[in-house]
């Protein structure tokens, strides 16, 4: 396949909601890098400032406009957020990891519907990409080999996620999995997403940070959680090029797209840090028996991606050992 890149004129105004978490402010940085312009969705503006000045200073002033959204299940918000725009990336979600079904699946379910229902009515806008993830497709069992295609539902999740009690460990990561749709429409399906935030604002940026955590010896940190078992792993900056690759190519539309490269353990992950950082105690092995096999048919993931940046998916030790510099 040709991949153009053309769907979108450089230049053109690009909404992008969720803009300034871990992979928000990397899609923002990417589609600021590839010649558009942005209007960044976010619940508070006075908290990004920095993030702000930063942008502002290395595209200009024009380049980059922060809007404050306090409620993204509004129609006439979503109306004035999309004058003018021709590309959405949505990745506004719920990170929370509340263990409560009731506090966090409706309120995305209405988020999404009132989203796609604005983008329909909006006269310029070409093409959509959501934010989707690996935990809409499966969920990792110890001793359980899969292979999987973009085909593939986990549907079962939901009814797992209304009848967890509120106490168990994995309530927090089933109702996340439950609360995870005339313009062209993608979506990206992450798995566990690591590397440098784009964002110099101090805050919590759930999977960087919560890796930030196992790299400074806490051994019950919600990457644990996630990495028990693991599944696939990518890297932030390639999730933000696989997402706008998505935005811009003429040929690409009603996809499924992965950006889950990398099969590991947390194990591998340690074992980078240990080559990486010789003087630095790290956690000893977890040695998490019954490792399952994850793949996936992530072949037109793999070719969009190089055709957009030029060069493959970041490695493993790349992406972990970017992720720590904050915390050196």
Do not use: C
Request: zero cysteines.
């Amino acid at each position: 396949m040709s991949y153009t890149f053309d769907r979108i004129a450089p230049g053109s105004l690009v909404l992008v909601t969720g803009a300034t978490g871990l992979i928000g402010s990397s899609v923002t940085t990417s589609v600021l890098e590839h010649g558009y312009k942005v209007r960044a969705a976010t619940r508070s503006v006075k908290k990004q400032q920095p993030f702000q000045q930063y942008l502002e200073g290395k595209y200009g002033k024009d380049a980059i406009e922060f809007v404050e959204v306090t409620d993204f299940t509004d129609p006439k918000v979503w109306d004035a957020l999309l004058e003018g725009v021709q590309g959405v990336i949505h990745l506004a979600t719920d990170t929370s990891f509340s263990p409560r079904y009731d506090e966090v699946v409706p309120s995305i379910e209405a988020l999404t519907e009132t989203f796609l229902a604005a983008s329909s009515r909006a006269p310029h806008v070409k093409s959509v990409v959501m934010t989707s993830s690996r935990i809409a497709v499966f969920n990792p069992t110890f001793g359980q080999d899969l292979d999987l295609t973009v085909n593939d539902w986990a549907d079962y999740m939901v009814d797992l996620a209304k009848t967890v009690k509120e106490d168990d460990p994995m309530a927090p990561v089933l109702v996340y999995a439950a609360s995870k749709p005339h313009f062209a429409f993608n979506t990206v399906l992450p798995d566990y997403v690591a590397g440098p935030a784009a964002n110099p604002t101090p805050g919590n940026y759930s999977t960087h940070t919560f890796l930030n955590q196992v790299f400074q010896g806490d051994a019950n940190s919600y990457a644990v959680a996630f990495m028990k078992p693991a599944s696939r792993f990518v890297d932030v900056r390639d999730t933000a090029d696989v997402h706008l690759a998505a935005l811009t190519e003429s040929h690409l539309d009603g996809q499924r797209l992965w950006a889950a490269p990398h099969k590991f353990t947390i194990d591998d992950i340690l074992a980078a840090w240990r080559e990486a950082f010789p003087d630095r105690k790290i956690l000893p092995d977890f040695k998490f028996e019954g490792q399952p096999d994850i793949n996936i048919d992530d072949e037109q993931s793999t070719a969009l991606l190089k055709a957009f940046k030029g060069a493959d998916w970041y490695s493993l030790k790349e992406t972990v050992v970017d992720n720590v510099k904050s915390v050196l």
